[in-house]
């Protein structure tokens, strides 16, 4: 392949290098640089061996991936900040009739499936995302990850089910997430420790990007929730992607927007947007107006 075939064809796979990148890496300018990065590195081998440019290219991306999410690993510093991820889809509660609003939450589902990939091990997030979201044969992963076939396949079998396990909304319907968030907020308001204890999961996690760790555990996050609902002057239930959400008020002002994940009758995880400027920037029209 000439040299000029192989940059037409890089081109026409730019957009598919560029989805594989970003479902590994979660970031967009990661992503964009891998890709980068992949055009220099076949560009200066060529690929006049090359039956496949397609796959080949992909497979140089998915190592450059690879190598990002080991060194993420090795140095959680370099891991994805929270504030590079996509913003949420906030709509009303009610179901909505209007396609646009449901075709932006189905959209939105992928970004919550980034928040749950951050959690695999680099070589089982490659697996994951290569053969489930791309249909990458596992003979050619095994290849990429540098392990047998079979090995391969228990990687994405294993991430597989995490992510699963992880969907804390997958078959629970709104209804049932919101009598659920709306006893926590009752026991929050009434300072209610012993009900809150009933309502939050023993190792509930509540993340804000406020705080550089997350908070841990029922009573740690009771607390909390207790001292806050305390300055809030009310509050608005609304639909965050695929759970429920909660946004405070100040004023007329939102303050806040708690995210929240229910499993089994409990409340697992809290993710708050506390920041200003970000809160500024999300679109809350169509619950606002």
Excluded: Y
């Excluded at 290849?143 to 076939?149: D, L, R, T």
């Excluded at 009434?190 to 997350?214: A, K, S, W």
């Amino acid at each position: 392949m000439t040299d000029d075939n192989l940059t037409s064809e890089f081109e026409a796979q730019r957009d598919h290098l560029r989805s594989v990148a970003f479902r590994m890496l979660g970031s967009h300018a990661d992503a964009e640089d891998a890709v980068q990065e992949t055009w220099l590195r076949a560009s200066a081998s060529g690929s006049a061996d090359v039956d496949n440019v397609a796959g080949w290219l992909t497979t140089i991306t998915s190592r450059i991936c690879l190598n990002i999410l080991r060194s993420r690993r090795a140095h959680p510093t370099d891991s994805l900040d929270v504030d590079e991820r996509p913003e949420p889809v906030i709509l009303p509660l009610q179901e909505s009739v209007d396609p646009e609003p449901q075709a932006l939450l189905a959209d939105s589902v992928s970004v919550a499936l980034l928040v749950v990939l951050e959690s695999l091990g680099p070589d089982e997030r490659l697996a994951f995302v290569l053969h489930d979201l791309f249909a990458l044969p596992f003979d050619e992963i095994a290849a990429i990850v540098g392990k047998s076939s079979a090995a391969t396949r228990k990687l994405a079998s294993r991430a597989r089910t995490r992510v699963q396990d992880s969907s804390p909304t997958r078959g629970i319907e709104l209804g049932e997430q919101r009598r659920v968030v709306e006893a926590f907020i009752s026991a929050a308001r009434g300072g209610d420790l012993e009900q809150l204890m009933q309502v939050l999961d023993p190792d509930i996690v509540l993340r804000t990007d406020g705080l550089l760790r997350p908070v841990v555990g029922a009573a740690k996050v009771g607390r909390r929730a207790a001292q806050f609902q305390r300055l809030v002057e009310r509050t608005l239930m609304v639909r965050i992607d695929d759970r429920i959400g909660v946004l405070a008020f100040t004023g007329d002002a939102v303050s806040s927007i708690a995210t929240f994940s229910v499993t089994g009758g409990r409340v697992t995880a809290m993710d708050i947007i506390a920041d200003a400027e970000r809160i500024a920037a999300l679109d809350l029209t169509a619950v606002l107006d």
